[in-house]
């Protein structure tokens, strides 16, 4: 791994700690947004890590209102989340992509997750309250990442996969 890889990495875990203090309810925050970004940019192992170290960041700054066993478990549905993004954009190779990656994670974080956590907690009561705004932070942070990633590429004149 070259300098220049290693100090995407970096930037783009700062810009997760940040995200993971600007809370939408909850642990639900802007930490996964920079994690998208390094999956779409930087692929899927990028997004993982990114993803994992973001929520961990998160559910730090709010305390781990689920406890740190359910909230560890998070970090790994986001490392998937974040993964699996990358994954499928780098498969694909039209600007389509996005919208695909996107609903791709969106069914691993908020369905899978959810389903994943409420095992955990051995409650299914979980679901209801959490499902609008885990689904309102996903769009929100999904949303950014494929914009900031779209306007990369077009102000840098990279491809879709740069």
Same mark, same amino acid.
């Given at each position: 791994?070259?300098?220049?890889?290693?100090?995407?990495?970096?930037?783009?875990?700062?810009?997760?700690?940040?995200?993971?203090?600007?809370?939408?309810? !909850? $642990?639900?925050?802007?930490?996964?947004?920079?994690?998208?970004?390094?999956?779409?940019?930087?692929?899927?192992? @990028?997004?993982?890590? %990114?993803?994992?170290?973001?929520?961990?960041? @998160?559910? *730090?700054?709010?305390?781990?209102?689920?406890? =740190?066993?359910?909230? !560890?478990?998070?970090?790994?549905?986001? @490392?998937? *989340?974040? !993964? /699996?993004?990358?994954?499928?954009? +780098?498969? /694909? *190779?039209? $600007?389509?992509?996005?919208?695909? $990656?996107?609903?791709?994670?969106?069914?691993?974080?908020?369905?899978?997750?959810? #389903?994943?956590?409420?095992? /955990?907690?051995? $409650? *299914?009561?979980?679901? !209801?309250?959490?499902?609008? =705004?885990?689904? %309102?932070?996903?769009?929100?942070?999904?949303?950014? #990442? @494929?914009?900031?990633?779209?306007?990369?590429?077009?102000?840098?004149?990279?491809?879709? +996969?740069?």
């Amino acid at each position: 791994m070259n300098i220049r890889v290693l100090t995407k990495y970096a930037l783009l875990i700062a810009v997760c700690a940040i995200g993971g203090q600007i809370h939408l309810w !909850g $642990s639900i925050s802007f930490d996964s947004s920079p994690a998208f970004v390094g999956a779409l940019v930087l692929g899927p192992a @990028a997004g993982a890590i %990114l993803g994992a170290l973001g929520h961990l960041a @998160a559910a *730090t700054y709010s305390g781990f209102p689920l406890g =740190p066993a359910v909230h !560890g478990v998070v970090a790994l549905i986001m @490392a998937c *989340t974040a !993964g /699996m993004v990358g994954v499928t954009f +780098h498969k /694909m *190779t039209s $600007s389509f992509s996005y919208v695909v $990656s996107g609903i791709v994670g969106y069914i691993i974080n908020v369905w899978i997750g959810l #389903a994943i956590t409420a095992l /955990m907690m051995g $409650s *299914t009561e979980v679901i !209801g309250p959490m499902w609008g =705004p885990l689904s %309102l932070g996903y769009v929100w942070n999904y949303v950014l #990442a @494929a914009l900031v990633v779209s306007q990369l590429n077009r102000v840098f004149g990279g491809t879709k +996969h740069e």
